[in-house]
């Protein structure tokens, strides 16, 4: 492969990327796909509709990812979620911090970019400082605190931090990671599918549809986008991810490159990856499908106490996206597809600290009154 074929294949991942997410913005705009809403509509109402929505996106993206691993298409073991090193506490405070931010802001970072496309000013003021709260925890204040405090407790797993490895190793089976995912998939999607009202168009269309867009991000990620020898360092290379390594959805790291991006646009090594143009196929996505049903409407701050709740949820979301190593679809979906114990700790965290947050939403509602 020359520089030129090097150069071309980079364009057609981010432009493959930006497709899938621009879908991942239209399908989830139209079956009104919340993370935070499913939390919400469990805690408030006992309903768990949207729960069994989530679950079955993440059945669908396990069993993708356990079937792709399985027929050689990717390298599980180069997954942006395979690590050696069980972060509990870095996942588990950094997911309770995300799920207080994302009840204080209306939406987790998949909702704000949703939202964004859809006329709601509120959620680009949550993008800007979503944004610049993850990019000092990635890089800079707060990442100084985070690597020299909470990142030092971990539990060390040399057969690799993932629920799947650790079965695989104890069995002595090389293949029984991806069947142990496809285990914990039909399970998931049995659950999900057990309640007849469940059986609708829209959350059907959200639980499989979503669901098979992470796992072709997979695909194009780890497979399409996987060079085994680069022309110019003769080193393998996953193309255009920040990582360096397969990546899939994930929001809030992105969000802080994208302004990078943006900022420093006329330095040459500020490059577009994979997931800034995901992000931007969200909003885009979005934008198309209001626009179609004629949802799409200007929406801003109507109070003070509106905009501080939204300022500070966005901070709570950027620092613990970061630290919780993703969000609720970052390590909610694409994070839990690979059965990693860093996911499952994350959206433990992110359903305490939501629980947290109608708590506090509740008292401050009982207040002023």
């Not at 074929?5 to 899938?20: E, I, M, T, W």
């Not at 609708?200 to 399409?224: K, N, P, R, Y």
């Not at 090594?269 to 931007?280: C, E, P, R």
């Not at 509106?306 to 970061?322: E, S």
Request: proline content about 2%; hydrophobic content about 50%.
């Amino acid at each position: 492969m020359d520089i030129n074929q090097f150069s071309s294949l980079q364009q057609q991942v981010l432009a493959a990327g930006f497709a899938l997410a621009f879908l991942f913005g239209l399908i989830g705009q139209r079956t009104h796909f919340c993370t935070m809403g499913a939390f919400s509509d469990v805690i408030n109402m006992g309903d768990w509709s949207r729960m069994r929505q989530w679950a079955l996106v993440m059945a669908t993206a396990m069993a993708g990812f356990a079937l792709l691993s399985w027929s050689g298409q990717i390298d599980p073991q180069q997954s942006l979620y395979h690590t050696t090193k069980w972060l509990w506490l870095s996942t588990l405070l950094g997911g309770a911090l995300f799920g207080i931010g994302m009840v204080l802001a209306s939406g987790c970072g998949n909702k704000t970019l949703i939202r964004m496309g859809t006329g709601n000013l509120k959620s680009w003021v949550v993008f800007v400082f979503m944004g610049v709260s993850a990019f000092a925890t990635l890089k800079g204040l707060t990442a100084v605190w985070r690597t020299r405090s909470i990142d030092t407790v971990f539990i060390d797993m040399p057969a690799g931090a993932h629920l799947g490895t650790w079965i695989a190793t104890w069995a002595d089976l090389p293949h029984v990671w991806p069947v142990a995912g496809l285990v914990v998939a039909a399970a998931l999607s049995v659950w999900a599918l057990s309640s007849k009202d469940f059986w609708q168009a829209d959350h059907l269309l959200a639980g499989l549809g979503l669901g098979l867009l992470v796992t072709a991000m997979l695909w194009v990620s780890g497979h399409l986008g996987f060079v085994q020898e680069h022309p110019e360092t003769l080193e393998s290379v996953y193309l255009t991810t920040n990582s360096g390594r397969m990546e899939a959805m994930s929001f809030v790291a992105p969000m802080a490159y994208l302004l990078d991006w943006l900022m420093f646009y006329s330095d040459a090594s500020k490059v577009l990856s994979f997931g800034m143009v995901s992000a931007v196929g969200v909003v885009c996505g979005a934008a198309v499908s209001s626009l179609l049903n004629g949802s799409f409407r200007w929406e801003g701050f109507g109070q003070t106490s509106d905009l501080t709740h939204h300022l500070v949820g966005a901070i709570l979301m950027g620092v613990g996206g970061v630290t919780a190593m993703g969000c609720t679809i970052g390590q909610g979906v694409s994070g839990i597809s690979t059965l990693s114990l860093n996911a499952l700790t994350a959206v433990l965290g992110i359903g305490l600290g939501a629980w947290l947050g109608f708590k506090y939403q509740t008292w401050s509602l009982e207040r002023s009154l």
